[in-house]
């Protein structure tokens, strides 16, 4: 009943040639034993810059373009400077990118590697916000607010995205001054509702989750204060004792007094008001709905069938968000291991799979480099999702007939670079279940190039079954 295939190609990154064997006779356990591991930074990020650091020379890269920009005869020395500034932030881009995707390829944990990209793109920033810190610290958002949580529960990932500088950058909460607190009333500045309202209709209630536009308001007020801070060198430290790019919380920016929040109030004077509030947000009912469904859209179904939400909703509700637990229970659900529920993979988990198939291809910047490419002219390159909701979850995306023909030009490009190398006959039984039509059209191949488009083109191997 559990099939070795469903456990690797469902809801993990693709079978890797002689996965199967350590897989073997336990696919759930396979899965499974890689809860704990959730939280492990892969080899490739250990020693990349702390998302601070990284904050720190966007700050001073921002300063030194306005600069430039600034002067009143654009020369060419000038224009190579700004030149020199775009280069910069052009190469840390592809690395992370590179770093993104060899990490996919080559992870033996690819459950919980994709789990970590769905917590990602659920908490989705995006570099496309003409905003420069998410340029340079995409990636470590990701391993510092997304990948440090997956071992703990819902409320500390939302807690720990919420207080993460890229998040309040990208929402816009840096802005947010309470109209009443001293710098609001010294400033005449007031509220931003962004983050709020994106907390409660993406991040935890969901669009029909019984919230109002009060609610949005309060939410926002809790949040004042909530901010980043920022270098010497970009502006004064508003606390010298805090390291720069980090989370800074603004007594003096906090709207002061009681808030209420679908029906509770909040007293808490400082910042744990907020904390308060998304504790309980964390743990509404709504949330485990909208959590669970997300979960079982992403890995069974675009369309997800009822008894799976709500048994992961309960398993939510029962172990109040603990991650580890509702992951479990997603691999323990009979619907997972259905083959008749279906999945098309999204441009990325198809590039990953293809190469994940393909032992032996070299990882090298190069080659990183030619796949991202794919990647860019697919439009899911990381970081840069349209809006905060993230990519979209339905076939009908991903599957329209212009994205179709980008998928077979990308299949001929790799199975013309390596096709000789590899003997799709071989391959076939070891990354896909039977099928004696594949098999007998790759067999029949005239070329071991053929053989092997045939084989990655096909629907067996875009289609998650």
Same mark, same amino acid.
């Given at each position: 009943?559990?099939?070795?295939?469903i456990?690797?190609?469902?809801?993990?990154?693709?079978?890797?040639?002689?996965?199967?064997?350590?897989?073997?006779?336990?696919?759930?356990? $396979?899965?499974?034993g890689?809860?704990?591991?959730a939280?492990?930074? %892969?080899p490739?990020?250990?020693g990349?810059?702390?998302?601070?650091?990284l904050?720190?020379?966007?700050?001073? =890269?921002?300063?030194e373009?306005?600069?430039?920009?600034?002067v009143?005869k654009?020369?060419?020395?000038?224009?190579?400077?700004l030149?020199?500034?775009?280069?910069?932030? !052009?190469?840390?881009?592809?690395?992370?990118?590179?770093?993104r995707?060899?990490v996919a390829?080559?992870s033996?944990?690819?459950?919980?590697?994709?789990?970590?990209?769905?917590?990602?793109?659920?908490? !989705?920033?995006?570099?496309?916000?003409?905003?420069?810190?998410?340029?340079?610290?995409?990636?470590?958002?990701e391993?510092?607010?997304?990948?440090?949580?997956?071992?703990?529960?819902?409320?500390d990932?939302?807690?720990?995205?919420?207080?993460?500088p890229?998040?309040?950058?990208?929402?816009?909460?840096?802005n !947010?001054?309470?109209?009443?607190?001293?710098?609001?009333?010294?400033?005449? &500045?007031? &509220? =931003?509702?962004?983050?709020?309202?994106?907390? &409660?209709?993406?991040?935890?209630?969901?669009?029909s989750? @019984?919230?109002?536009?009060?609610?949005?308001?309060?939410?926002?007020?809790?949040?004042?204060?909530?901010?980043?801070?920022?270098?010497?060198?970009y502006k004064?430290?508003?606390?010298?004792?805090?390291?720069?790019g980090?989370?800074?919380?603004?007594?003096y920016?906090?709207?002061?007094?009681?808030?209420q929040?679908?029906g509770?109030?909040?007293s808490?004077?400082? $910042?744990?008001?907020?904390?308060?509030a998304?504790?309980?947000?964390?743990?509404?009912?709504?949330?485990?709905?909208?959590?669970?469904?997300?979960?079982?859209?992403?890995?069974i179904?675009? =369309? %997800?069938?009822?008894?799976?939400?709500?048994?992961?909703?309960?398993?939510?509700?029962?172990?109040?968000?603990?991650?580890p637990?509702?992951?479990?229970a997603?691999?323990e659900?009979?619907?997972? $291991?259905?083959?008749?529920?279906?999945?098309?993979?999204?441009?990325e988990?198809y590039?990953? !799979?293809?190469?994940?198939?393909?032992?032996?291809v070299?990882?090298?910047?190069?080659?990183?480099k030619?796949?991202?490419d794919?990647?860019?002219?697919?439009?899911?390159m990381?970081?840069?999702?349209?809006s905060p909701?993230? $990519?979209?979850?339905?076939?009908?995306?991903? @599957?329209?007939?212009?994205?179709?023909?980008?998928?077979?030009?990308?299949?001929?490009?790799?199975?013309g670079?390596? @096709?000789?190398?590899?003997?799709?006959?071989?391959?076939?039984?070891?990354?896909?279940?039977?099928?004696?039509?594949?098999?007998?059209?790759?067999?029949?191949?005239?070329?071991?190039?053929?053989?092997?488009?045939?084989?990655?083109?096909s %629907?067996?191997?875009?289609?998650?079954?």
């Open positions: 009943m559990y099939s070795p295939f456990a690797a190609n469902k809801l993990g990154l693709g079978l890797q040639p002689g996965e199967l064997g350590e897989i073997g006779k336990d696919p759930r356990g $396979w899965l499974i890689q809860l704990p591991k939280s492990r930074l %892969p490739r990020y250990e990349l810059a702390h998302s601070s650091q904050i720190e020379e966007g700050g001073k =890269n921002y300063l373009r306005r600069n430039i920009l600034g009143k654009f020369t060419n020395e000038v224009k190579q400077k030149a020199a500034i775009q280069a910069r932030e !052009s190469e840390l881009l592809r690395m992370q990118a590179n770093h995707l060899a390829i080559e033996d944990t690819p459950f919980t590697e994709r789990l970590v990209r769905f917590w990602s793109n659920h908490f !989705s920033i995006s570099a496309t916000s003409n905003k420069p810190t998410i340029h340079y610290a995409g990636l470590a958002y391993n510092e607010a997304i990948r440090a949580n997956m071992t703990g529960s819902f409320a990932m939302l807690i720990g995205v919420a207080s993460h890229v998040m309040l950058f990208y929402l816009d909460n840096t !947010s001054i309470g109209p009443n607190s001293p710098a609001g009333l010294q400033r005449n &500045l007031g &509220l =931003n509702e962004n983050y709020a309202r994106e907390m &409660l209709e993406l991040h935890t209630l969901g669009v989750g @019984g919230y109002t536009q009060s609610d949005v308001i309060a939410l926002a007020k809790m949040l004042t204060g909530w901010t980043v801070n920022l270098s010497a060198e004064a430290l508003p606390n010298p004792s805090e390291a720069a980090t989370f800074l919380y603004l007594q920016a906090h709207e002061p007094g009681t808030q929040l679908l509770r109030s909040y808490a004077p400082d $910042w744990q008001q907020a904390v308060a998304m504790r309980d947000l964390a743990l509404h009912p709504s949330t485990a709905t909208f959590i669970a469904e997300k979960l079982v859209r992403h890995f179904s675009d =369309n %997800p069938p009822a008894s799976a939400v709500a048994r992961l909703a309960k398993r939510f509700t029962e172990t109040r968000g603990d991650l637990s509702v992951h479990q997603l691999v659900m009979d619907e997972t $291991w259905d083959p008749g529920w279906q999945k098309l993979k999204s441009p988990d590039v990953v !799979s293809s190469i994940r198939a393909l032992p032996g070299p990882l090298s910047d190069g080659v990183l030619v796949l991202n794919s990647l860019a002219s697919f439009n899911q990381p970081f840069t999702a349209a909701a993230g $990519w979209p979850e339905q076939a009908e995306h991903w @599957g329209g007939p212009d994205a179709l023909i980008k998928r077979v030009e990308y299949i001929n490009m790799v199975a670079a390596v @096709g000789r190398d590899f003997d799709a006959r071989d391959l076939v039984a070891q990354i896909l279940p039977e099928n004696a039509d594949l098999e007998t059209a790759v067999r029949r191949s005239e070329s071991k190039t053929q053989a092997l488009t045939l084989l990655l083109a %629907p067996q191997f875009q289609w998650r079954a």
